[in-house]
């Protein structure tokens, strides 16, 4: 997948125009079911002889308007193009959310940013979908304007799943409630952290339970609780992955600060090695309990030994 940071860069990018582009426009926070399906509805539009795009915005535009008071994103801008090109886009424009571009009035949006400089043949959008200045621009706007200017226009219904509508909002609150089931649901497959292992306080090597504590690139992980799930060693030759129990917490036993800023640590089953300075990627497959804090440190080992042999038991089955 080609990455063009910002429209006016498209052409000294690719050395050409799109060539019939299906642009499906979005934040593409999470990348989850619904998303999905606007892309695969850009992919169907654009064969045989289309050039898949998603047209989306950095920052998000909830952060350009909120600050510190927006929500945290799922997921990071690498990973968010690491998703889209999985899903088969073939051009992502990551176009920045500046003051200029809140101010463009809705229909130069559609003839300016997507007819004058994507070229777009087709536009593909969600049933939530606003634009302009002020967030006037809706679906029915964009038809209009778009026709005018022979260009296709298609609405992706809602997606729910369960009953419930997929959307990064949800998907945010079943995180950081711990509810990662919930989460994998909507997005299509588990919710993932990637981090950076660094040097921690070292007491899992002193109980037999080494750990590797991870400086997470992105903005939100998991309500405090012990998890089964995979860490993917990134930078390691085929990316090898291992079964771990993850703890997110402030590890009470030990720590009495409840305030304390939460830690993210995994135990790789089967592995022995340093993982220092490595990147890692966390998959969290399912909840074991709540994070608690114990007596002593034979309570808490006993505790561990039975979170390892249920996280076997779990990703087992997950293999069966």
């Given at each position: ?51 898949t795009v998603a047209l989306t915005f950095d920052p998000h535009p909830a952060r350009f308007f909120a600050g510190d ?76 304007v778009a026709g005018r200017l022979g260009m296709g226009v298609s609405v992706v219904a ?163």
């Open positions: 997948m080609i990455v063009v940071r910002g429209r006016s860069h498209l052409v000294s990018t690719l050395g050409r125009p799109l060539r019939r582009a299906a642009v499906a426009i979005g934040n593409f926070d999470g990348v989850h079911r619904g998303h999905q399906a606007l892309l695969a509805k850009a992919r169907d539009v654009a064969r045989p002889d289309g050039e008071a927006a929500p945290p994103l799922l997921m990071s801008l690498p990973r968010r193009l690491e998703r889209l090109a999985e899903e088969g886009v073939q051009v992502t424009v990551v176009e920045p959310f500046d003051a200029q571009l809140a101010a463009l009035e809705a229909e130069a949006f559609v003839t300016d940013v997507l007819g004058r400089d994507l070229g777009a043949s087709h536009v593909v959008v969600g049933y939530d979908f606003s634009f302009g200045r002020g967030r006037r621009g809706d679906a029915e706007l964009l038809q209009e809602k997606v729910k799943v369960h009953g419930l509508t997929c959307s990064s909002t949800q998907i945010r609150q079943f995180v950081r409630q711990g509810h990662v089931t919930g989460a994998a649901a909507l997005l299509g497959r588990p919710f993932t952290v990637d981090g950076t292992v660094v040097h921690g306080a070292a007491r899992g090597r002193t109980i037999g339970y080494p750990t590797a504590n991870l400086s997470i690139e992105g903005e939100l992980v998991p309500g405090p609780g012990i998890y089964a799930g995979r860490v993917t060693c990134l930078d390691s030759d085929g990316a090898p992955t291992f079964g771990a129990a993850i703890s997110v917490g402030r590890n009470p036993t030990f720590v009495a600060d409840a305030t304390a800023p939460l830690v993210v640590e995994a135990f790789l089953l089967d592995f022995s090695g340093d993982l220092y300075g490595q990147r890692l990627r966390v998959t969290f497959a399912d909840r074991l309990r709540d994070e608690a804090r114990f007596d002593d440190v034979g309570a808490l080992v006993r505790q561990i030994e039975r979170d390892v042999e249920q996280t076997r038991a779990i990703l087992g089955s997950e293999r069966g």
